[in-house]
């Protein structure tokens, strides 16, 4: 089967860093997505990772090794306002979109 | 702005009262998707359109049928729900279904089944 593993939920400190892996086993490959979701609102799109590497985009990163089968989305310089739930998604072969549950993260002052 | 619109935001609905769940793009893309999200899951594909080619998942409740009248409008309508049929439902729009196709999303609807 297919599965995308997250932690269930993670803590953090204004103004920290903060890591969020995603381990997944698909059918075939063709790119991650991260995205963001706020409690009661719809999904917005973070990041794409098809090669290796580290894309960064702001305060937002994303790093992809698909030998591995695993990525990570890091935040720096939190803010309250990044309080919210992380999903990672993965195009398979038949480019069908599987979803992670999501890594709610919660931000303390 | 271009955009993904939902109607309504909140939808409450009685046990087996069908109900029609409205989504529309300004976006012009080829492909919609409905989704079902339950509290803390990740979002369930229900069906997608790829222009009028209707693609259902196969582990999608007969319950739920959708219309795709034109490019702009698509609707999700529930026949009989059911209690375990309230959710938040998403619809998603993207350009194509390509590796890179960022898939775009609406607000939502969150329905209540009495």
């Known amino acids: ?109 | 702005d271009a955009m993904v619109i939902q109607n309504p935001r909140y939808q409450v609905t009685q046990f087996g009262k069908p109900v029609t769940l409205s989504c529309s793009q300004t976006l012009n893309h080829n492909v919609m998707y409905w989704y079902q999200q339950k509290s803390s899951q990740a979002p369930k594909l229900l069906f997608h359109y790829y222009d009028k080619d209707f693609n259902n998942e196969a582990d999608t409740p007969d319950n739920f049928q959708s219309r795709r009248p034109n490019t702009s409008f698509c609707f999700l309508d529930i026949r009989s729900p059911g209690l375990g049929d309230a959710a938040m439902y998403l619809c998603a729009t993207s350009r194509d279904t390509g590796g890179s196709e960022t898939q775009y999303f609406g607000p939502g609807t969150r329905l209540l089944v009495l």
């Open chain 1, 1 to 109: 089967g297919q599965n995308i593993d997250q932690p269930t939920e993670m803590t953090a400190t204004e103004g920290a860093i903060v890591q969020i892996n995603c381990t997944y086993q698909t059918s075939g490959f063709n790119g991650l997505f991260w995205y963001q979701q706020h409690a009661g609102e719809a999904p917005t799109f973070l990041s794409y990772n098809v090669l290796d590497g580290l894309e960064e985009k702001g305060r937002f990163s994303s790093f992809l090794s698909r030998s591995k089968g695993y990525s990570y989305l890091l935040l720096k310089e939190l803010q309250m306002k990044d309080s919210a739930s992380y999903l990672c998604a993965v195009k398979d072969s038949n480019y069908q979109l599987i979803w992670g549950a999501g890594t709610k993260l919660i931000i303390k002052p």
